[in-house]
C-alpha cells in the first residue's frame, strides 16, 4: 500500500472518520506484518499524538495547526502551504516531534507476485570514523582494533588518549573526522570531546603544567575536567575560549563562529573583544564583535542529541545541515524563495530519503536524490 494512502487511513481512523471500506483497507494493511501492528499501536498509544488529533478534531483547522505546532516546536514558523491539509499533522508527529515512526521501506518487486525485494538507492546518516595523525606524523584511519601508543580504541566511534608521564618532548596529535562521521575523544585530563562531521581537534601529545590547550575546526562538543591550576583553552581562528571546568559547544565552520553554554562559566576573546559567558548563552562573532544570540540552546545542542533542529532557518542552512551529515551535493534552483523560514525537528538517524519526505511535506518543495545530490526545485 503506498504511504500517501496508509498515512491518510491512519489519520481518519485516529479522526473517527473512517468510512467501513476504508477500516477494512486498513486492517488488511495491519494483518500484513507485525510490525505494521506494532507502529499502528505505538501511534494510537502516543499521549501526545493523540491530543493533536484530538484538538485537531475539535477545533478551527487554522487554530488547531498552530497549537500542534506550538505543543511540538515552540515559536515555530508556520508553513502555510499544508496549513489546512490534516495529513500533515500526522507526518509531522511520526517522523519530526515523535522521534521517527518509520512505517515503511522503500522496496520495489522483480514482478507483481515476486517475494525478493531490493532497496532503492538510499543514504545512511553519518557514521563513527576519523582519522588520526599522531606526533611523529603517522597517519591511523581509527576503528575498534587499532593499535596506536597512548591511544585505545573504546566502544564504537570513541578513543581514549593517555599520556605518557615520561615523555619531555610535546608533539601535536590531530583528529579529523570527514563528511557523514563523528567521533568522540577522551583526553588525559579526563575532558571529553566530541566532533561532528568535517571537523578537527588538534592537542599536544602532553599538556603543559599550567594550561591545556587544543585548536579545533569545524564543530565540537566539549565536557571539559575542572582543574583550576591548568585552564582548559579551546582556539579557533581568532576566537579563544578559556574555561575551567563546563560543557560547552563550538562551532567554527563559518566565518560567524557561535559558542553555546551549556555549563559553569567561560571566558570568549575575539580580536578585541572579551565577553563572559554564562549557562544558555550563545555568543557568534561576526567582524570584530560577539553577539548574543536569540537561538534556543537546544538547536546549538542538537547535533549532539542526533538531531536536525530547525528554528526559524533558511532553505540555505536546512541544506548545509544535510550536506555535512550524509555527504551529498545539494543544488537549489534559482527560483525558489530562499527567504522563507522553517521550523522543526528530523532523527539524524533516520535515512535520507526519509528525511527528504519529510521536508517534501512540509515546505512544498520536492527534494530530489539522485545518486549522492539532492535537486529542490518547486513542486
Not at 34 to 47: A, G, H, L, T, W
Not at 111 to 137: H, M, W, Y
Request: a negative charge; glycine letters at 4%.
Amino acid at each position: 500500500m503506498e504511504r500517501n494512502r496508509i498515512t491518510n487511513l491512519i489519520l481518519k481512523h485516529q479522526l473517527s472518520s473512517l468510512t467501513d471500506e476504508e477500516l477494512d483497507e486498513l486492517m488488511s494493511w495491519l494483518r500484513e506484518k507485525p510490525e505494521n501492528e506494532r507502529v499502528f499501536s505505538d501511534i494510537c498509544n502516543n499521549k501526545e499524538l493523540t491530543e493533536a488529533f484530538s484538538t485537531f478534531n475539535q477545533a478551527n483547522p487554522d487554530e488547531a495547526w498552530d497549537r500542534v505546532l506550538a505543543n511540538t516546536t515552540p515559536a515555530a514558523t508556520r508553513i502555510p502551504y499544508y496549513r489546512h491539509t490534516a495529513a500533515a499533522v500526522l507526518v509531522a508527529f511520526l517522523l519530526i516531534c515523535s522521534g521517527g515512526y518509520y512505517l515503511w521501506q522503500k522496496q520495489h518487486t522483480n514482478s507483481p507476485t515476486a517475494n525478493q525485494t531490493f532497496t532503492t538507492l538510499d543514504l545512511a546518516p553519518a557514521k563513527t570514523e576519523a582519522r588520526l595523525i599522531t606526533a611523529d606524523g603517522a597517519e591511523h584511519n581509527l576503528h575498534p582494533a587499532a593499535d596506536i601508543n597512548g591511544f585505545t580504541p573504546l566502544t564504537e566511534g570513541s578513543l581514549q588518549y593517555t599520556e605518557d608521564e615520561e615523555e619531555n618532548t610535546t608533539g601535536l596529535n590531530t583528529l579529523i573526522t570527514p563528511e557523514a562521521a563523528v567521533y568522540t575523544i577522551f583526553l588525559p585530563d579526563g575532558t571529553k570531546a566530541m566532533l561532528n562531521a568535517s571537523s578537527s581537534l588538534e592537542f599536544p601529545s602532553k599538556f603543559a603544567n599550567n594550561q591545556r590547550e587544543v585548536k579545533i575546526t569545524g564543530e565540537v562538543y566539549f565536557e571539559v575536567t575542572s582543574n583550576p591550576s591548568r585552564p582548559f583553552i579551546v582556539q579557533s581562528g581568532d576566537l579563544k575560549i578559556k574555561v575551567l571546568g563546563t560543557k560547552f559547544n563550538i562551532n567554527a565552520y563559518k566565518r560567524n563562529k557561535r559558542i553555546a553554554l551549556v555549563e559553569g562559566k567561560v571566558q570568549v576573546e575575539h580580536l578585541a573583544k572579551s565577553q563572559t559567558m554564562f549557562p544558555n548563552d550563545i555568543l557568534i562573532t561576526r567582524g570584530d564583535d560577539l553577539i548574543k544570540s536569540s537561538k534556543s540552546i537546544d538547536r546549538e545542542l542538537s547535533w549532539v542529541d542526533d538531531l536536525f533542529f530547525f528554528e526559524k532557518d533558511d532553505l540555505h542552512h536546512i541544506s548545509e545541515q544535510l550536506k555535512l551529515w550524509y555527504g551529498v551535493e545539494i543544488e537549489i534552483a534559482p527560483n525558489i524563495n530562499q527567504n522563507v523560514l522553517y521550523s522543526g525537528k528530523i532523527s539524524r538517524q533516520a535515512m535520507l530519503t526519509d528525511v527528504l519526505d519529510i521536508l517534501n511535506y512540509l515546505t512544498n518543495l520536492k527534494f530530489k536524490l539522485n545518486e549522492k545530490k539532492i535537486t529542490i526545485t518547486m513542486n
